[in-house]
């Protein structure tokens, strides 16, 4: 059994990971951005590389397309001896254990370990994989001087070509591993031992299921938990929600038997599922909130993207981009439904555009509702920031947003089939079930936020025809995005006999 730093990493987690990982990938239920993280991992640490200066790569391909591990040993030997002094993705192994460092740094006195991380922030996790690190390449006789993490400076805006130096910050976590360093030994015994169990071996859930990671297994580990549980509970927190299980709470049967302490909306949860009430009904709470809005009524909703690397200048690292909008609007009362809509160009800042459409499209004298609204203002927020010609109007459609999701945090309608979300996701369904129009499902090719920036980011590889194609299927999703508050809104107005 060979250890690489990641499998190391997921047995410090969860050993179980790390057999299911062996054993049964199979049951593996990937996140849906998985892929783009890891893609964008890859360009973070390609463009780190030139970090500390000249550098040479032993990264190797065999005919097939997989990693040339034999390749890169070798390689990483050569460069050793011809005194390299940045040798990226050097590769060691020893005793079964096998890692490939980022950048390993040549020093008088040593060598030096560099992880590159697409992170903001320095995690545990980071420093179980630094200290590993460590330990094989001594335990291959190099002498480590000093172990750096390079992760992203969130402060940093860009200004024409990226500047390495700002977009990355460095820190000496040469102390902080030492702690992880001294159960490397005997964390790398413990795994092979644990990866040679042929039978599937019993393992408890817990937060680790969680963190520093969601686990890919979770759906098969928690098989046998009964639906609904405790970590269901509206805004409960792993910690304990696993301590509940651990003692034996787990249904909300359980939770109410045992007297433990829940909030307001926790307890409206429990006690619609367990007596099956129908749906809750505060007339006047939703008769007050209707009577902050006005018309014209604007419905607004706004796709964007975030990158770690910033796409264009004035950009941060992880900013959210506003690249398309939806608009369902009514001009007065018992007009008709108007829809506008916009979706930026691919190949460009969608930024401009986007807020001088903006401005075009709403008065400024207009009541805007949004679902979440403090999103839609901060985005807001920033265009008029970042385009004072256009900051007045912009902040006048600020002033003026309302807050849809006020009705249901605030609790003047709740549906158990709501499972304690007030999502718009789950909301809608709760409202209008077994519709068709409103259901997700039923778009093409984009279903949910992420997808919608995945899709716009794909968009500048793409033929025309697919493009284009793809291009419908967004401005569809986020037409359903405004359609849907449409329709709540006009449930609400029911509710009241309005």
């Excluded at 009514?330 to 809509?341: C, S, W």
């Excluded at 039923?442 to 025809?465: I, Q």
Aim: charged share 25%.
């Amino acid at each position: 059994m060979n250890l690489s730093k990641s499998k190391y990493t997921r047995f410090c987690q969860c050993p179980k990971m790390l057999w299911l990982d062996t054993y049964r990938p199979e049951l593996a239920v990937q996140a849906p951005a998985l892929q783009r993280r890891f893609q964008e991992g890859n360009e973070v640490g390609d463009l780190a590389m030139g970090l500390l200066g000249d550098f040479v790569e032993t990264t190797a391909y065999t005919a097939e397309g997989k990693l040339d591990i034999a390749a890169m040993l070798k390689n990483t030997q050569k460069y050793i001896a011809e005194g390299k002094e940045n040798i990226c993705e050097a590769a060691f192994t020893k005793n079964g254990c096998y890692c490939a460092v980022d950048i390993l740094h040549k020093t008088e006195g040593g060598y030096e370990i560099y992880e590159v991380k697409s992170s903001t922030d320095i995690h545990d996790v980071y420093l179980w994989d630094v200290a590993y690190q460590r330990w094989v390449l001594e335990q291959s006789g190099l002498k480590i001087v000093h172990t750096y993490i390079v992760y992203i400076n969130n402060k940093y805006v860009r200004q024409g070509d990226i500047d390495v130096h700002k977009l990355f910050a460095v820190k000496d976590v040469s102390e902080e591993i030492l702690p992880y360093y001294d159960e490397v030994a005997a964390n790398t015994a413990r795994a092979k031992e644990y990866i040679a169990q042929k039978d599937e071996p019993e393992s408890k859930l817990g937060e680790q299921c969680f963190a520093p990671y969601e686990c890919a297994y979770w759906q098969y580990c928690a098989r046998e938990l009964p639906s609904p549980n405790v970590l269901d509970l509206y805004r409960i927190s792993a910690k304990k929600a696993f301590g509940y299980i651990e003692e034996g709470i787990v249904t909300f049967d359980d939770a109410i038997k045992s007297g433990i302490s829940l909030n307001t909306t926790q307890w409206r949860q429990v006690e619609f599922e367990l007596l099956q009430l129908p749906t809750h009904i505060d007339r006047l709470g939703i008769k007050r909130f209707l009577d902050t809005l006005w018309y014209p009524l604007y419905f607004l909703d706004f796709e964007t993207f975030q990158t770690c690397i910033p796409m264009y200048d004035g950009i941060r690292p992880y900013q959210q981009v506003p690249f398309q909008y939806s608009l369902h609007y009514l001009e007065r009362d018992g007009a008709k439904l108007e829809h506008k809509e916009f979706l930026a160009d691919e190949n460009s800042d969608p930024r401009r555009a986007i807020a001088e459409r903006l401005v075009a499209d709403i008065p400024t004298e207009a009541c805007v509702l949004a679902y979440n609204m403090s999103f839609e203002c901060t985005r807001l927020k920033e265009l008029a920031e970042t385009f004072p010609d256009l900051a007045e109007k912009l902040l006048a459609i600020r002033a003026n947003v309302r807050d849809l999701l006020d009705v249901f945090r605030n609790g003047y309608v709740y549906d158990r089939a709501m499972e304690g979300s007030f999502s718009i996701k789950k909301v809608l369904p709760a409202l209008f079930p077994n519709n068709p129009n409103l259901d997700y499902h039923n778009l093409a090719d984009v279903h949910n936020g992420g997808e919608a920036t995945d899709t716009y980011l794909a968009l500048r590889s793409m033929e025309r025809e697919e493009r284009d194609k793809l291009r419908q299927s967004l401005l569809a999703y986020c037409k359903l995005d405004t359609m849907a508050m449409v329709m709540l809104w006009q449930r609400l107005r029911e509710f009241c006999h309005i």
